[in-house]
């Protein structure tokens, strides 16, 4: 299970609204029921941070 995953989306979620958490989904390209299910791979971490920290306007690292 990826735990690192799904609290990105868990953050984004929280501080951006479902919009936000689909947009999340379009730019990552892996929706979040099979985010869960991943291993935390840390290139996908990595990406996921990317684009959450781009879309919060802030390092995502600073939010959890």
Excluded at 9 to 19: A, D, M, T
Aim: glycine share 4%; no cysteine.
């Amino acid at each position: 299970m990826a735990a690192k995953l799904e609290k990105i989306y868990n953050i984004i979620e929280e501080k951006l609204g479902n919009n936000g958490r689909l947009k999340f989904a379009q730019l990552t390209k892996i929706p979040r029921t099979q985010a869960v299910e991943m291993d935390d791979a840390p290139e996908m971490v990595a990406v996921f941070k990317r684009i959450a920290s781009e879309m919060l306007g802030k390092n995502i690292d600073e939010l959890h």
